[in-house]
T-cell receptor, first 113, second 114 residues
Framework: GENVEQHPSTLSVQEGDSAVIKCTYSDSASNYFPWYKQELGKRPQLIIDIRSNVGEKKDQRIAVTLNKTAKHFSLHITETQPEDSAVYFCAASGNTGFQKLVFGTGTRLLVSP | NAGVTQTPKFRVLKTGQSMTLLCAQDMNHEYMYWYRQDPGMGLRLIHYSVGEGTTAKGEVPDGYNVSRLKKQNFLLGLESAAPSQTSVYFC?????????????FGDGTRLSIL
């Protein structure tokens, strides 16, 4: 089955810096890669996703890149702000027909003012 | 439109007790899921349902049962709670099959087994 590895487990940056979180997956058939943000004590919320027919997707200060050959995808946050502090999870869908997501173990991002 | 609603929000059980967690969604989603979240382990799929009357096992199904008698509700049962089931439980739902639509999560149920 699908296996998703996420790095780093913790990331500390200064406000205004960029942050990059990387994930690798094992199933070459995976074709959907969402990123979720979870603030302390809250629900995971989708912030951006990418499908296998696209190499990069941007939404304001966040972007996701996908390298299907290497089977890895990354989340990029530019001009970080304290409110970006949260745990970020990547995920991959291992089946084409049914969206059974496999999640990474999460990255705790701390943005210091 | 409330989205995905989970009840209860918190619960403390003694080992061996049983309980049912309720998930309700008002988005007419076909798919529903139960995850557990433990420190350092991300979200792991317990059971899922692809439609009313259907259920299937996920990654960590042992010790849990589920039912989807109505499209909008997905119940997670613990027949005999164990301390290893102490966790935060999230329910999620998503739209039509075959198109990898985003999953929408509830606020979670924090469950402690003593």
């Amino acid at each position: 089955g699908e296996n998703v590895e996420q790095h780093p487990s913790t990331l500390s940056v200064q406000e205004g810096d960029s942050a990059v979180i990387k994930c690798t997956y094992s199933d070459s058939a995976s074709n959907y890669f969402p990123w979720y943000k979870q603030e302390l004590g809250k629900r995971p919320q989708l912030i951006i996703d990418i499908r296998s027919n696209v190499g990069e997707k941007k939404d304001q200060r966040i972007a996701v890149t996908l390298n299907k050959t290497a089977k890895h995808f990354s989340l990029h946050i530019t001009e970080t702000q304290p409110e970006d502090s949260a745990v970020y999870f990547c995920a991959a869908s291992g089946n084409t027909g049914f969206q059974k997501l496999v999640f990474g173990t999460g990255t705790r991002l701390l943005v210091s003012p | 439109n409330a989205g995905v609603t989970q009840t209860p929000k918190f619960r403390v059980l003694k080992t061996g007790q049983s309980m049912t967690l309720l998930c309700a969604q008002d988005m007419n989603h076909e798919y529903m899921y139960w995850y557990r979240q433990d420190p350092g382990m991300g979200l792991r799929l317990i059971h899922y349902s692809v439609g009313e009357g259907t259920t299937a096992k996920g990654e960590v199904p042992d010790g849990y049962n589920v039912s989807r008698l109505k499209k909008q509700n997905f119940l997670l049962g613990l027949e005999s709670a164990a301390p290893s089931q102490t966790s935060v439980y999230f329910c999620a739902s998503s739209w039509i099959p075959g198109s990898n639509q985003p999953q929408h999560f509830g606020d979670g149920t924090r469950l402690s087994i003593l």
